[in-house]
């Protein structure tokens, strides 16, 4: 059971939903607004009653007596947790006076509940009752999966007898509805990326482009390559009778959904996972009109570097939490993981965050590849599966990163072997950052970046994102 001495400034603003909400809270808090604060002796819980733009307060909390912290406000707010809440925790952090009283009454009846639910949870496997699967409505799902399919291969075959580059307005209108379609048929990633290669070719139609041409080209051999399996994959389930989600890439190319509770059933979870996040920026995803939240992380016993992704649609960005940079250690009971091959993206409902021992950068440093040759080969093998991101991140250990090359290009040596460092579009100016980078990161140190495919030199290269050295991390980004 924690309390509210595990309050920091990392803490709130891991927490709040976007960076004005911060700075909300600490203009609540710096204003003088709340008119009575008080805790539980034990201090798990601390409230308090704060003025808002009406004539009564409004009444805020925030509970550690469980695994995460619950937040409740009376305020309409619908950001969670709302300003108040935030700016009661940096009431805490700045030592105001907290007034020893008794657990309100509603809070009490919450926390019963609360741990009714918790120790359900905690039930061994046997004693629970298994969620029923419903496998009639699985196998009909697929089976419009399937029909939908035979949709989007029409236009793929379409498109490339007419030519790519031969998209008329009305022939786009066409496409655009048919692309519609596809939304009855569950399948909202082939939509995406039948939108996507619509709007690019009445883009190349209006100003020929062979950048553009080249996109255009992928994207069409990625929308069939992703047809093609997908049929493979609901036939396969279908013939078999297991129709219920299981390890497949697929499951979500075709635009499904996982929950947590279908990962950890099929075995997608680690226990006592300890990580420690090496890099984060918000990427843009034009396809899907959204912003995404985006963070590499470092498993400390594997080695393993996965990603974290917030999804954040444009058009509902004011009611989902951005996520931000994080620096402390993060100690999970249950890391859940998705399929795919390397990067695979993970996900926790709770973390203990503890500041990252001295010792934790040089096991960092040791989990790292020690072969660039091999590093090379293994992104090779990945970036060959055409549903598979265009870029493979990985943690390559260095003797030395030197700029005074006949290419233009920075390189990185290991032993023997060298590979030029090199912007690319998810993160176009750490290669710049990376030329005022103190010495002392230049040396025996980590680089994570990563590694991507240019055809047109027929040759790898990394785009750096930050160092590991055994004091700590540079980001580049």
């Given at each position: 059971?924690?309390?509210?001495?595990?309050?920091?400034?990392?803490?709130?603003?891991?927490?709040?939903?976007?960076?004005?909400?911060?700075?909300?809270?600490?203009?609540?808090?710096?204003?003088?607004?709340?008119?009575?604060?008080?805790?539980?002796?034990?201090?798990?819980?601390?409230?308090?009653?704060?003025?808002?733009?009406?004539?009564?307060?409004?009444?805020?909390?925030?509970?550690?007596?469980?695994?995460?912290?619950?937040?409740?406000?009376?305020?309409?707010?619908?950001?969670?947790?709302?300003?108040?809440?935030?700016?009661?925790?940096?009431?805490?952090?700045?030592?105001?006076?907290?007034?020893?009283?008794?657990?309100?009454?509603?809070?009490?009846?919450?926390?019963?509940?609360?741990?009714?639910?918790?120790?359900?949870?905690?039930?061994?496997?046997?004693?629970?009752?298994?969620?029923?699967?419903?496998?009639?409505?699985?196998?009909?799902?697929?089976?419009?999966?399937?029909?939908?399919?035979?949709?989007?291969?029409?236009?793929?075959?379409?498109?490339?007898?007419?030519?790519?580059?031969?998209?008329?307005?009305?022939?786009?209108?066409?496409?655009?509805?048919?692309?519609?379609?596809?939304?009855?048929?569950?399948?909202?990633?082939?939509?995406?990326?039948m939108n996507e290669i619509v709007s690019a070719a009445e883009k190349l139609s209006a100003?020929?482009?062979?950048?553009?041409?080249?996109?255009?080209?992928?994207?069409?051999?990625?929308?069939?390559?992703?047809?093609?399996?997908?049929?493979?994959?609901?036939?396969?389930?279908?013939?078999?009778?297991?129709?219920?989600?299981?390890?497949?890439?697929?499951?979500?190319?075709?635009?499904?959904?996982?929950?947590?509770?279908?990962?950890?059933?099929?075995?997608?979870?680690?226990?006592?996972?300890?990580?420690?996040?090496?890099?984060?920026?918000?990427?843009?995803?034009?396809?899907?009109?959204?912003?995404?939240?985006?963070?590499?992380?470092a498993d400390i016993e594997t080695g393993e570097i996965s990603k974290t992704e917030n999804?954040?649609?444009?058009?509902?960005?004011?009611?989902?939490?951005?996520?931000?940079?994080?620096?402390?250690?993060?100690?999970?009971?249950?890391?859940?993981?998705?399929?795919?091959?390397?990067?695979?993206?993970?996900?926790?409902?709770?973390?203990?965050?503890?500041?990252?021992?001295?010792?934790?950068?040089?096991?960092?440093?040791?989990?790292?590849?020690?072969?660039?040759?091999?590093?090379?080969?293994?992104?090779?093998?990945?970036?060959?599966?055409?549903?598979?991101?265009?870029?493979?991140?990985?943690?390559?250990?260095?003797?030395?990163?030197?700029?005074?090359?006949?290419?233009?290009?920075?390189?990185?040596?290991?032993?023997?072997?060298?590979?030029?460092?090199?912007?690319?579009?998810n993160y176009p100016d750490t290669a710049d950052v990376l030329k005022v980078t103190g010495?002392?990161?230049?040396?025996?140190?980590?680089?994570?970046?990563?590694?991507?495919?240019?055809?047109?030199?027929?040759?790898?290269?990394?785009?750096?994102?930050?160092?590991?050295?055994?004091?700590?991390?540079?980001?580049?980004?």
């Amino acid at each position: 059971m924690a309390s509210a001495n595990i309050i920091t400034e990392e803490l709130i603003r891991s927490l709040a939903p976007n960076a004005a909400a911060v700075s909300n809270g600490k203009k609540i808090s710096s204003s003088g607004d709340f008119k009575a604060l008080s805790k539980t002796e034990d201090e798990t819980l601390i409230f308090g009653e704060c003025m808002g733009s009406g004539k009564n307060p409004y009444h805020t909390s925030a509970d550690f007596s469980g695994e995460s912290p619950v937040f409740r406000c009376s305020c309409p707010s619908r950001q969670f947790p709302c300003k108040h809440s935030l700016a009661l925790m940096y009431e805490w952090l700045a030592k105001k006076t907290f007034t020893v009283s008794e657990i309100p009454d509603d809070i009490a009846q919450k926390r019963e509940r609360a741990a009714k639910r918790a120790e359900k949870a905690a039930m061994p496997a046997e004693e629970k009752k298994a969620p029923k699967q419903n496998k009639a409505a699985a196998e009909k799902k697929l089976k419009k999966q399937a029909e939908g399919l035979e949709l989007a291969e029409q236009f793929v075959s379409d498109m490339f007898t007419r030519g790519i580059s031969s998209v008329s307005r009305t022939s786009a209108v066409q496409y655009k509805t048919l692309a519609k379609q596809l939304g009855d048929y569950y399948l909202p990633e082939p939509q995406a990326i039948m939108n996507e290669i619509v709007s690019a070719a009445e883009k190349l139609s209006a100003a020929p482009d062979d950048a553009e041409t080249d996109r255009l080209t992928a994207l069409c051999v990625k929308l069939s390559s992703t047809i093609k399996k997908s049929k493979a994959y609901i036939k396969s389930k279908l013939e078999s009778g297991e129709v219920l989600p299981e390890d497949s890439i697929l499951y979500e190319a075709m635009g499904n959904v996982w929950k947590l509770s279908q990962l950890k059933e099929i075995g997608l979870y680690k226990e006592n996972a300890a990580i420690l996040q090496l890099s984060f920026t918000v990427l843009h995803d034009d396809m899907h009109k959204a912003d995404i939240d985006t963070a590499y992380w470092a498993d400390i016993e594997t080695g393993e570097i996965s990603k974290t992704e917030n999804i954040r649609p444009l058009k509902a960005q004011k009611y989902i939490k951005s996520e931000d940079s994080v620096f402390g250690m993060h100690f999970i009971k249950e890391l859940y993981r998705y399929p795919g091959g390397m990067n695979r993206r993970i996900r926790w409902e709770a973390a203990e965050i503890t500041d990252a021992a001295p010792e934790t950068y040089p096991l960092i440093i040791s989990k790292a590849e020690g072969s660039i040759s091999e590093a090379v080969k293994k992104a090779k093998n990945e970036l060959k599966n055409t549903l598979s991101d265009q870029s493979v991140a990985m943690l390559i250990r260095f003797d030395s990163i030197e700029f005074a090359v006949s290419d233009g290009h920075p390189v990185m040596k290991l032993g023997d072997e060298t590979i030029a460092l090199r912007a690319n579009e998810n993160y176009p100016d750490t290669a710049d950052v990376l030329k005022v980078t103190g010495n002392e990161y230049l040396r025996n140190g980590a680089l994570l970046g990563e590694l991507f495919y240019i055809p047109e030199e027929k040759r790898i290269y990394i785009c750096p994102i930050s160092i590991v050295t055994e004091k700590g991390i540079m980001r580049l980004c």
